[in-house]
């Protein structure tokens, strides 16, 4: 594979602490709040030390407390976000605090979460695929339910599982054959972002 998504080498940049650092209390006082409604996906709220079980799974949903559609605000006034860095159109990626640090990345697009993605194992999907899996033992697992797609330029192929309008995204790694990236959350961000590369 010649070029990694952008969603990718940050993660792989996050996940080693080589990524740029925002303190979390800016980019939450960042977010635009004007005419804001109430938030559809509450924030649960933080409680003693997770379980090993609370992150093993990773979905379409979110994961733990991070719920596809929260808030970034919300969730950095909770306490749940250590970092923030800007990406290409607009969104924002971020490292997240307690049992889920260092294992999974989020990006918001306009302050909402849209995607939670991992280089690790755990967590895995629903399903049980992970990371380190290869293309072949997803589609024993998903079956007629997954493709295998590649993007728009034809020079990197993926994993794609959809649900409505959510998507789980398995995308190669950039050294050794298999998956190196989980990616879950909405469509038009996960998907559109593995076909369509912005060149940011």
């Known amino acids: 594979m010649n070029r990694l998504s952008s969603t990718i080498l940050t993660g792989l940049l996050a996940l080693t602490a080589v990524v740029p650092v925002t303190v979390a209390a800016p980019a939450a006082a960042a977010v635009p709040t004007a005419g ?20 093993e799974v990773l979905s379409v949903r979110g994961a733990g407390p991070y719920r596809i559609g929260a808030r970034l605000n919300r969730l950095a006034a909770a306490g749940l976000i250590d970092w923030t860095a800007p990406g290409c159109a607009g969104v924002v990626h971020a490292g997240v605090t307690g049992p889920w640090a260092g294992v ?28 380190g899996m290869s293309f072949a033992d997803l589609e024993r ?55 369509q590369w912005p060149s940011c």
């Open 104 to 131: 999974i990345l989020l990006a918001f697009r306009d302050g909402r979460l849209v995607s939670v993605g991992t280089a690790t194992v755990p967590p895995r999907s629903p399903a049980g695929a992970s990371v």
């Open 36 to 55: 804001v409604t109430a938030d559809r996906a509450p924030v649960a709220p933080v409680a003693g030390p997770a379980s090993a079980a609370e992150v």
């Open 141 to 195: 697992i998903y079956g007629r339910r997954g493709a295998l797609i590649r993007n728009d330029a034809g020079d990197a192929e993926a994993y794609l599982v959809r649900f409505g309008s959510r998507v789980e995204l398995f995308t190669g790694h950039p050294i050794r054959p298999g998956v190196g990236y989980y990616e879950a959350g909405a469509a038009s961000h996960v998907e559109r972002g593995f076909r």
